[in-house]
């Protein structure tokens, strides 16, 4: 865990990203111009904003799927365990 | 206020007892009872199948991952030292499982960015408005058809920004780890975040768009 503040996460994304890009390290000073844009641009703002949105629907609506029955026993079965009750019945054709 | 200490007491207790029932079902395990790996099984089969589903797409792939994922929980139980959850260790070889298949399926991994230079129409601006569909994603649940576009949206990532956006933003992986387990940098794998990113956004903008019957 870290103690950097979400901000200062997405200002280094953002600086690491343009390193990638750029092909080449981009230094503190111009970092800090970028850093300090970002914080001031209302559209950059937005930018950010709409990908935090984007990033917490997919991560809070993401269904999780429950393993299918036959998935489950053919599991069980290579690695030689019990099959429990529910999810006896269950053919490996299923 | 004492009413938050009972339960913050009440939740140490549960973990207590969770990380000793763990620790039961670990030893009972290593010393070869069915029953127990049986139960570790059921435990974290969800987990291990949902990442499959969300890193290879398919329902094929996410079982293989599930059996291989097992098959090597097992074999290597005795190695776990124990300072994680079982949960994350055996998050950590699924994940490992899941790259090495897709590997195997497209002979290459990750393709360098910069062969992918940003397709300038993959930026939408940032006038992006996910309220337009209603997805507070605090507050609001969405219906099951929708959950399923998500899905999809993510399925149709190339397999490098799908893997970088399923271990970070959904599996919490963190850039150093992802970096480890894929063999690239950390600033390739937050490029291909960031691309992933973009691309999802556009689609949830599309929905929207499609939501609202087109007007604009």
């Known amino acids: 865990m870290t103690d950097k503040s979400p901000c200062t996460h997405t200002m280094e994304q953002i600086c690491d990203i343009l390193e990638f890009q750029l092909g080449h390290e981009v230094g503190r000073e111009a970092c800090q111009e970028v850093m300090d844009h970002v914080k001031n641009c209302p559209k950059c703002c937005a930018e950010i904003d709409s990908l935090k949105k984007t990033i917490r629907i997919f991560k809070q609506e993401m269904p999780s799927r429950e393993v299918p029955k036959d998935v489950q026993w053919r599991l069980l079965k290579e690695l030689h365990l019990d099959i429990p009750a529910h999810v006896k019945g269950i053919s490996s054709d299923a | 206020m004492h009413e938050t200490t009972a339960e913050h007491d009440n939740e140490t207790r549960q973990v207590e007892e969770e990380l000793s ?8 395990a290593l010393e070869g009872d069915a029953a127990a790996k049986t139960q570790i099984v059921l435990d974290h089969q969800q987990n291990v199948y949902n990442l499959g589903l969300r890193l290879m ?22 190695d776990f030292r124990r300072d994680s959850k079982l949960g994350t260790w055996i998050h950590r070889i699924a994940a490992n499982e899941a790259l090495m298949q897709l590997r195997k399926k497209k002979g290459k991994y990750f393709i360098p960015i910069v ?31 929708l959950r399923r576009e998500l899905e999809k949206a993510i399925y149709s ?39 992933a990113r973009v691309r999802l956004r556009k689609r949830l903008a599309e929905l929207a768009i499609a939501d609202d019957g087109g007007a604009a």
């Open chain 2, 21 to 28: 029932r763990e620790q039961e079902l670990i030893a009972r």
């Open chain 2, 57 to 78: 797409g398919d329902e094929d792939g996410a079982e293989c991952v599930l059996q291989d994922t097992f098959l090597k929980v097992f074999e290597k139980l005795s």
């Open chain 2, 115 to 145: 062969e992918h230079p940003l397709d300038s129409s993959e930026e939408e601006p940032p006038g992006f408005v996910a309220e337009t569909l209603n997805l507070d994603p605090l507050e609001s649940a969405l219906n099951e058809e």
């Open chain 2, 157 to 195: 990532l190339p397999m490098h920004l799908r893997t970088a956006f399923v271990l970070k933003d959904l599996e919490g992986l963190t850039m150093a780890e992802i970096a480890e387990e894929t063999g690239k940098s950390v600033s390739a794998v937050k490029a291909n975040l960031h691309r």
